[in-house]
Structure formats: structure tokens, C-alpha cells
């Protein structure tokens, strides 16, 4: 009998046919097939006409980093350095006078691969930032293999798109889609270059919409695979119609696993007429730093539903600050819009030009109020430090009764540590044991509310402490370097 080949059976199943031998195959049954291969023709998606249409505007962008020429221990080069470690040999003791004191020349490097596409027939192209990021030089080559080297208009991390200008004219462009029209479910395509293998086509459904990864943009989910080199590329609906730039995947190889992440069009068009106009993007500020709200912080405040985004600090002399915004806040509008979740906060002040007068709506220990402020403008790729406060003066811990049903032992702040921190009171974790620890407390951690009480030192923690409900968890408001938030903890019985 001839050999199977299990390879064959599985790519020809659907045609019917499974062919054994020279002389012989193997018919499916003629009803069956029949009765099933309708609908599964029927919805199938051809993309070819799309590839045609979007193909041309889809550009390969690749950068180039200039370093010096390399050198390594005792002045020697890499290569020479290796030569020594692979055979074992010592390394030579070379004096200092006596190494190369001649400048190095600089050598260009490639940085890596990326994608990108035409958003403007006079040579505009849009791309992801991390693309271009720390490039000396960008390359971008058009389908029909011209190369130019393009100019990096500006490029905004917080959204990860920039803008390149090549010098071209009667480019094809693409068609911007509509992004409140996409659907979950709907067939999208993307083209790039994974791993440098330029006009690459591949498919999927959008997964979801509005997917939080980021602190200015709703993510496009898809399952259309997606490696590294299609970073900058569109993301394309079956009308042809670009509906995001393709960005982000979830992996945990390095490689594409079914998840990846495209950014909005709409968003991106947003940023790239400010790059276009300024070469950099102007967006609002409050000085607050926020985290979500879960079901349990907000039924032991009395917010009732988690909702909001939770204030963990408050910049100093920050409109938020001058407002009068405290740590332990929740925020639940923004100028009469409701905040459902932390994400969409950073949105809504973002968008928000920069000068204009807010009205915000916080939830402060047990009722809501109006807080009136002016919107300052976010300074480009600004970071927040983070501080360590490890190193502060320890004073001598004084845990009460109550502290101890906790796992707690605490001390006073310094003046000097309460001016670092920024805050009138509060009291020191010296020890973290049982309860605390389970609750992800530990040593150095700065309580500064206890069951929607503030406390000023360890005498108001400990009176506070021993009124509280022990049958039920408590929550404290923990400051952890800049950050704070709600714990819960149970007393130990």
C-alpha cells in the first residue's frame, strides 16, 4: 500500500481529493463536502485587491548610528580581545603611553529594520518613534526599490509615532479609515517587514477595541501576526482604509503569539499635525500621579463601584496641587466627563489645550467635591524620579497593641523626611511582618491615612487604629517612594 503523506492530507483536505500513488487517490464522500463548504467559502475575505491598493504607499525604513571605532581593554580592539579569551591567553599589560592615542574613526552602524507608509504625496511618511529613535541616518525605501534619506520630522514617544520627509513628490498615498467604525470581529490585513523581509502580507480580526496598555492611547487589538520589522506599518480594513499603525505585540518568546496592538489612526493623525507644524506635540498636565480603583478600595472607602482614577501624589506646585488635590483622592470627572477608568484621565487632560480652566470632580473621604484648576502643559518626554528614601535616619520603632494585630511596627517621620516627601505627616514602616507583609507592605513604606482617617504621627495611627472595626479589613493609604495607594489589610485573630 503507499506511503501517507500526512503532510499532503492536511494542505489538500478541503480540496477533497488526497492523492495516494501515481495511479490512485482517495475521494471524499461528495454530500458531506458538499454541505459544508458553502459557508465556509462564503464569509472568506480576498485580500489581493487590497494589496494592490495599499502596497505602494507601505515603505521599509531603515536606520543607521554612527559610533566610534571600537576599542577594548588596553586600547586593543574587540576582535584582538576576543582572539585572547578564545585561546586562553593572557592579556597583554600594554602601558598607558604606549596605546594608540589617535581618535578613533567613526563607523556606521544599522540600528535595525522597521516599516512605515506614505501619509502625504509630497513625501511625509508616518512610522513608530522607537523606529527612528537614536538613528543618525533613516533610509526608507519605496516598493519600487527608490531609497532616500529622510529627514525626522519629530517623533512622540508618549504615543510612539513620529513623521519622516523624504524628498519625493507624486508619492501614493494612503486613505485614513475611520476608527469609531472599525468593529471587533472585522478582518483587517497589515503589510511590513518582519525580520527585513519587505512587502510582507498578513491577515487577522480585531480582537478588541480600546485596549488599555498605555497612558495616552487606546490600543487596537488584532490576531494579524505581527514580528519585529512590522513596527511603524498600517494596519488596513477591508475598504483600504489605514486604521492604525501597527506597534506593540505580547510575546514572551520575542516572537508573535496571537496578541498584538495597533494605535488608532485617529490618535495618530492627532499627533502627527502637531510634528508636521512643530516637530513636537503640546499636551495638558494636572501633576498627579494615578492608579486604578479596584472593587475592594472602593467599597472600604464608600465609592461604592470601582471607578475613577485612584491620585498615589501630587506634584508640588503642580495645578493639581494648587487646586488642592491630595494623595488618596479618586477623581471621577474631568470637566463633566465621567472617568470610568485610570486611562481615561491622562486622555482627557491630554487632549486638553494647554491654559484652559478644568473643572475636576474628586471623592475624599466619604464625598465628592468640585476642585477648579488651569491646565499646564506637559514639557516633552518629561520622566518622574522615582526617590529612594531607604537611606533616611531610622528612628526607633514604637509599635502599639493595635500595630502589632497588624504585623506592624512603626516610627515618626523626620522634618527632613516629611519636606523630601512633600507631606505634612504620617508615620514609617520599620518592621512588616504577618498581616502587613501578606498585604505587600515592608519596611520604609510611609502610612499617611488609616480607614479614611489622616494621621499626623504615630499617636494619631494608633488612636485611629484602635477604633477601627477589627472584624473587617482596614485600608491604608501607603506611600511607596512617589507613589501611593490603597492596601488592605487583615487584623491577625
Not at 502625504?120 to 533613516?138: F, L, P
Not at 464608600?302 to 506634584?315: D, F, N, T
Not at 486622555?347 to 499646564?376: C, E, H, Q, Y
Not at 500595630?403 to 505627616?425: C, F, P, R, Y
Request: glycine content about 10%; charged content about 25%.
Amino acid at each position: 500500500m503507499p506511503k501517507i503523506d500526512w503532510k499532503t492530507l492536511h494542505s489538500c483536505a478541503l480540496a477533497g481529493v488526497l492523492t495516494l500513488g501515481a495511479s490512485s487517490a482517495l475521494v471524499w464522500p461528495a454530500g458531506p463536502v458538499h454541505a459544508q463548504s458553502a459557508p465556509l467559502v462564503r464569509g472568506l475575505p480576498d485580500f489581493t485587491e487590497l494589496v494592490e491598493q495599499v502596497g505602494p504607499s507601505v515603505v521599509n525604513i531603515r536606520t543607521v548610528e554612527k559610533v566610534s571605532g571600537r576599542s577594548g581593554v588596553n586600547g586593543m580592539d574587540e576582535e584582538m580581545l576576543e582572539f585572547f579569551k578564545r585561546f586562553g591567553l593572557p592579556m597583554p599589560n600594554i602601558p598607558r603611553q604606549q596605546r594608540p592615542q589617535r581618535p578613533q574613526p567613526e563607523e556606521e552602524q544599522p540600528r535595525g529594520v522597521g516599516s512605515g507608509f506614505i501619509l502625504t504625496s509630497d513625501g511625509y511618511v508616518m512610522t513608530n518613534a522607537h523606529v527612528v529613535d537614536g538613528a543618525d541616518e533613516v533610509l526608507v525605501t519605496l516598493p519600487d526599490k527608490r531609497e532616500f534619506k529622510a529627514k525626522i520630522i519629530g517623533a512622540d514617544k508618549r504615543t510612539d509615532v513620529a513623521v519622516v520627509k523624504i524628498e519625493a513628490t507624486g508619492l501614493p498615498a494612503i486613505k485614513v479609515g475611520d476608527v469609531s467604525r472599525l468593529k471587533v470581529g472585522e478582518w483587517v490585513m497589515a503589510i511590513g517587514s518582519p525580520f527585513g523581509l519587505e512587502n510582507t502580507v498578513t491577515a487577522g480580526i480585531v480582537s478588541a477595541k480600546q485596549r488599555d496598555t498605555g497612558d495616552y492611547l487606546p490600543f487596537i487589538q488584532t490576531d494579524v501576526a505581527i514580528n519585529p520589522g512590522n513596527s511603524g506599518g498600517p494596519l488596513i480594513n477591508m475598504r483600504g482604509e489605514v486604521v492604525g499603525i501597527n506597534s506593540q505585540i505580547y510575546s514572551r518568546s520575542g516572537g508573535f503569539m496571537g496578541i498584538s496592538f495597533a494605535i488608532p489612526m485617529d490618535e495618530a493623525i492627532r499627533v502627527s499635525d502637531q510634528l508636521r507644524a512643530t516637530g513636537r506635540v503640546t499636551r495638558g498636565r494636572i501633576g498627579v500621579q494615578i492608579g486604578p480603583v479596584t472593587k475592594d478600595v472602593a467599597e472600604s472607602i464608600g465609592l461604592g463601584k470601582p471607578q475613577g482614577a485612584l491620585v498615589s501624589a501630587v506634584e508640588a506646585g503642580s495645578p493639581a496641587d494648587k487646586a488642592g488635590v491630595e494623595a488618596g483622592d479618586v477623581i471621577t470627572r474631568f470637566d463633566g466627563k465621567a472617568i470610568d477608568k485610570v486611562a481615561d484621565l491622562p486622555r482627557l487632560v491630554g487632549n486638553t489645550k494647554p491654559g484652559t480652566k478644568s473643572v475636576i470632580s474628586v471623592f475624599r473621604r466619604g464625598s465628592s467635591r468640585d476642585l477648579t484648576l488651569t491646565i499646564a502643559e506637559i514639557e516633552p518626554d518629561e520622566k518622574v524620579a522615582a526617590k529612594d528614601g531607604s537611606n533616611a535616619e531610622k528612628e526607633k520603632a514604637r509599635p502599639s497593641a493595635a500595630a502589632q494585630q497588624l504585623g506592624l511596627s512603626v516610627a515618626e517621620l523626620t522634618a527632613a523626611q516629611k519636606k523630601e516627601l512633600k507631606i505634612k505627616g504620617g508615620v514609617r514602616i520599620v518592621a512588616a511582618t504577618d498581616a502587613a507583609a501578606r498585604a505587600g507592605l515592608r519596611e520604609d513604606d510611609v502610612i499617611l491615612a488609616v480607614a479614611n482617617t489622616e494621621i499626623g504621627g504615630v499617636k494619631d495611627f494608633d488612636a485611629v487604629l484602635a477604633k477601627a472595626d477589627k472584624s473587617k479589613p482596614i485600608n491604608l493609604l501607603v506611600r511607596r517612594g512617589e507613589w501611593a495607594q490603597y492596601v488592605l489589610i487583615r487584623p491577625a485573630r
